[in-house]
Every structure is written in structure tokens, then in C-alpha cells.
């Protein structure tokens, strides 16, 4: 293919979806080289074979995929490692998104109650240590109940943000540095809607205890265990 059938980087900048800072730093990075760069004016021309590839970078980086995963995706031999890149990127997503929900919450907060914290006046609960048997199916049983981000630098599901009061851990047992219980662990949580919250958690594979009842003495409660055996209490906020 002659210079003058390839297409100026203008040009396949427009066909591509791409702008002409991103096509540089493309080149540079070695994702999307050009066909051809004039050795006296640096200027890039590239092939309209190159446009599919262009246009899958351009869809891509659009979902936010990192260019290291980018590369991995357009460079597979297969569509398995292709795929496998997005299931990760589907759950680092989710996972932003819990984050963010969680921040809308509070600056909800904030707005109606002010952004003053006050002064914790007793002792609290703020962690309870659990073990589980198979970590994968705990965090989408939290995350998708309770909405919960599973921090991996503390090994901890975190509710709320430090230092407001519904900030709590619960931390997974990790051998050695974090021993666990000897057996399940049984917590307590308060919770918006307790019969929604309970249906949520049978639905992520919960086991019922106890059913939502109301009784004299306490707010609405039920209580169900957790995929690896654990008792969480649920009670009305």
C-alpha cells in the first residue's frame, strides 16, 4: 500500500471516534501505531484496516478500562481472555458505584443534618471479625444486601464513612495476621427496611432464622445466616 492510499491522522481521526491528542499518546504507549510517521515532519498516517481496532480502543476506553486491560482485550487470541478482562472490570465498576452511592448518601446527610460530627459520648461496636468459606460468594452476598465495598487493603467490608457514626467493619479472617473466631460469628445490624432487606438477603443466598416480626421490647427484627454460616440480626433503623 502506497502513502497515498493510507489516511492522514486527521482523517482517521474522524472514521475513528478518536481525538488527536488520544491517537499520540496511543502511538507513544504502543496500543495503535501508525502505518507510516514522515521521518522529517513526525507526521502519522495509518491504514483503514486499522480502523476496526481504533474504533474497539475508542469503545473501550469509553467504559473507563484501564489501557494496560485495553491491551489485553484488543491484543487476545481469544474471546475467553477478552472476556474474562471485562467480568473484572464489571466488578471493580460495581464496585466504584457502591462507593459513590454511598457518598451520595452521606452528603444527603450533610445537607439535612450539617456537616458537624459529633463526639461519640460511649463506647461502640465498630468491627466484628467473621470467617467465610469462600470469599468471592461473601462479597457478592454484602455488596448486593448491604451494599457494602469490600476494602482488599484491610480485608474488611466497610459500612458508612470515618468518622460518621454509621461508620462499622466487618472484617474477614485472613490466617495469619488476622485470626478469626472459633466458629460463626453472630452480629447485628439496624437497617432502613428490615422486610426488604431480608428479602434481599434470601435472594442472595441467605438462610432464614427468623422471620420480620415485631415484639414489645425491640424494633422490628429478623434474623438470617449468611452464605458461610454466620447470624446477622436485622433490625429496623
Not at 480485608?155 to 460463626?184: I, K, N, R, Y
Request: negative net charge; charged residues 25%.
Amino acid at each position: 500500500m502506497s502513502n497515498s492510499d493510507l489516511l492522514g491522522i486527521g482523517g482517521f481521526a474522524l472514521l475513528s471516534g478518536l481525538s488527536l491528542h488520544a491517537l499520540r499518546h496511543y502511538d507513544e504507549v504502543g496500543l495503535l501505531r501508525p502505518a507510516h510517521v514522515d521521518p522529517a515532519t513526525g507526521y502519522r498516517r495509518y491504514r483503514p484496516g486499522q480502523l476496526r481496532r481504533a474504533r474497539l480502543i475508542g469503545a473501550l476506553r469509553r467504559i473507563d478500562l484501564p489501557l494496560d486491560a485495553v491491551r489485553q482485550v484488543v491484543d487476545a487470541t481469544g474471546p475467553a481472555a477478552g472476556e474474562a478482562v471485562l467480568v473484572r472490570h464489571r466488578q471493580e465498576l460495581r464496585e466504584r458505584a457502591h462507593a459513590l452511592s454511598r457518598m451520595v448518601r452521606t452528603v444527603d446527610h450533610y445537607i439535612e443534618y450539617g456537616v458537624d460530627m459529633p463526639q461519640p459520648t460511649s463506647p461502640r461496636i465498630a468491627q466484628v471479625t467473621i470467617n467465610v468459606s469462600d470469599l468471592e460468594q461473601t462479597r457478592a452476598f454484602y455488596e448486593s444486601v448491604f451494599e457494602a465495598t469490600f476494602n482488599e487493603e484491610i480485608h474488611s467490608f466497610q459500612f458508612g464513612t470515618w468518622p460518621s457514626e454509621e461508620f462499622f467493619l466487618l472484617t474477614v479472617a485472613h490466617q495469619p495476621d488476622h485470626p478469626g473466631p472459633a466458629g460463626p460469628s453472630r452480629f447485628g445490624l439496624l437497617v432502613a427496611d428490615v422486610d426488604a432487606t431480608h428479602r434481599r438477603a434470601l435472594d442472595a443466598g441467605a438462610t432464614e432464622v427468623e422471620p420480620p416480626v415485631d415484639r414489645p421490647w425491640k424494633p422490628r427484627s429478623s434474623c438470617v445466616t449468611d452464605p458461610s454460616g454466620n447470624h446477622i440480626d436485622l433490625f429496623q433503623h
